[in-house]
């Protein structure tokens, strides 16, 4: 089954050229199953092209997928244009009073900041809240991982000494969850971030669990035991080149920055890189709506 968007949402011309099963909103509307609602809290800067990731990844389920696009009221956005955000994005204050089977929120490049010096963290810290009575299922990736983590169950960051910047071998610590059903014993997931959450600390905490784990980067994929929060602090999602755009921008700016581990085949950046983490960033996405959301969300939202 397909995701529903909105029918000129630049994501959807790109999926279709993609044969990625997308569902128009007159289509949709012709059809009596219930979709699952999805709100994305976009807080990247690059706001197009993390709506398009995502998109592809909730597609490809036999679920329908109404996805609506939040932004912060409290922060302007200065990569993508005025029209486009008044087109398709909508503020807390237009959905408060909504409920939704799911919520996903972005990471964003804040993380060198403490979370009280982020300038919508306020307003943020109100989503947290309202998706406690409002939300059936929640998915936070990377920074927004990090900010909810913290949020929930007050488990800090740690300032890196150089930036996480590659992608890294993770193992299952828990294989029997329904969230890596389908997982390969090692799997693969990129991380970009200058900032960790520790294995002790999540741990330490009764309330929570890790699914998988690298030596190298730490925690992946944690979930509350509860199944209400998942927490995601690498990017599955990204595009094959999403890294080596953000290496040529630092490379160009000047900026210290290494070549992505375990990326270009021989760490050679004149090479293709190589995908290594296709496969279970989609059984991810799959396996959180079908086991999480769809399995266990009620048919009246109202009864959240």
Not at 123 to 152: D, K, P, R
Not at 210 to 230: L, M, N, Q, R
Not at 233 to 238: C, K, L, R, S
């Amino acid at each position: 089954m397909p995701v529903r968007i909105p029918d000129a949402l630049p994501a959807t011309a790109v999926l279709e050229r993609e044969n990625i099963f997308v569902m128009t909103e007159h289509r949709a509307m012709h059809q009596d199953i219930r979709p699952l609602r999805v709100l994305l809290l976009n807080l990247m800067p690059t706001k197009i092209v993390t709506e398009t990731q995502l998109m592809r990844k909730l597609s490809n389920t036999p679920l329908q997928i109404e996805v609506e696009l939040l932004r912060m009221a409290t922060r302007d956005s200065t990569h993508v244009s005025a029209e486009h955000l008044q087109t398709f994005y909508r503020t807390f204050e237009q959905v408060r009073e909504e409920r939704f089977d799911g919520l996903i929120v972005t990471g964003a490049p804040v993380e060198k900041l403490e979370f009280d010096q982020v300038d919508y963290w306020d307003e943020l810290c109100q989503i947290f809240e309202w998706s406690n009575t409002n939300v059936h299922s929640c998915f936070f990736i990377c920074w927004g991982a990090q900010a909810a983590i913290q949020y929930f169950y007050n488990v800090p960051k740690y300032d890196l000494d150089a930036k996480r910047f590659g992608v890294f071998e993770h193992r299952l610590v828990k294989p029997t969850s329904p969230l890596v059903r389908g997982f390969n014993d090692i799997s693969y997931m990129p991380h970009s971030r200058h900032t960790e959450v520790r294995y002790e600390d999540i741990v330490a905490n009764q309330n929570l669990e890790v699914i998988t784990y690298s030596d190298e980067a730490g925690p992946a994929i944690v979930k509350s035991i509860d199944s209400h929060h998942f927490f995601v602090f690498g990017h599955p999602e990204y595009d094959h080149d999403t890294l080596q755009l953000e290496y040529e921008r630092d490379v160009a700016a000047g900026l210290p920055i290494t070549v992505p581990v375990n990326y270009y085949p021989d760490d050679d950046p004149s090479r293709e890189p190589l995908v290594r983490w296709r496969a279970e960033a989609q059984l991810l996405y799959v396996n959180w709506l079908n086991y999480y959301v769809y399995q266990t969300t009620p048919y009246d939202l109202n009864q959240l």
